[in-house]
């Protein structure tokens, strides 16, 4: 079974540009998970998806969004790009959201500077 | 909301000791407590769990325990290896059940 697939991998932005980065889950799960992971300050949780519904939302501004597609591919979304946005964006997937009923299944992330 | 406090930060320790992390967390309602492991370059993966109905869960040398009351609960890792080496995560459950709440995190040094 094919694991979670996040692209792209890499990538460089500046200042006030906007960035999109794309999951795919593992088949069959339903809930994805969004994380941004900065040293010193571990994995800070973005939002919760499943089936479509954004049924979680953490600590972070407006200019974060996300949404899910029918086949349970994921994207999030930062507009005006700030240098304090670099960072790891991981993913992870799981049947029923990991808060509930067990184990978040994580991409390799992806890894955005912001010059 | 869920907010959760992970010590300490940084663990240095000699193979075949025994290493201790330490997790609070603030939600009543939460009832789910993984702890994820992230070897460097490489992905978080769960390593072991425990729900709030149980007080302790062991698997060969990690082992969890739960205090509910206190509202904290420690992973243990005994007989450590190099190759335990990696930053460690606890992580709670919000109320809502729909997402994991992680701690800072722990980098443990396992020393030959």
């Known amino acids: 079974k094919a694991g979670v697939t996040q692209t792209p991998r890499y990538l460089i932005k500046t200042r006030g540009q906007q960035v999109t980065l794309s999951c795919s889950p593992i088949s069959g799960h339903r809930s994805v998970s969004w994380y941004q992971q900065t040293p010193g300050q571990g994995l800070q949780f973005l939002f919760e998806y499943f089936s479509e519904t954004q049924r979680n939302k953490g600590n972070f501004p407006g200019r974060f969004s996300g949404r899910q597609f029918s086949n349970s591919r994921s994207e999030m979304n930062v507009s005006t790009l700030e240098l304090g946005d670099s960072a790891l964006y991981l993913c992870?997937?799981?049947?029923?959201?990991?808060?509930?009923?067990?184990?978040?299944?994580f991409g390799e992330g992806s890894r955005l500077t912001v010059l | 909301g869920e907010n959760v406090e992970q010590h300490p930060s940084t663990l240095s320790v000699q193979e075949g000791d025994s290493a201790v992390i330490k997790c609070t967390y603030s939600d009543s309602a939460s009832n789910y407590f993984p702890w994820y492991k992230q070897e460097l370059g490489k992905r978080p993966q769960l390593i072991i769990d425990i729900r709030s109905n149980v007080g302790e869960k062991k698997d060969q040398r990690i082992a969890v325990t739960l205090n509910k009351t206190a509202k904290h609960f420690s992973l243990h890792i005994t007989e450590t290896q190099p190759e335990d080496s990696a930053v460690y995560f606890c992580?709670?459950?919000?109320?809502?059940?729909?997402?994991?709440?992680f701690g800072k995190g722990t980098t443990l040094s396992v020393s030959s």
């Open positions: 992870a997937s799981s049947t029923q959201g990991g808060g509930n009923t067990g184990e978040l299944f």
């Open positions: 992580a709670a459950s919000d109320q809502a059940g729909t997402a994991l709440i």
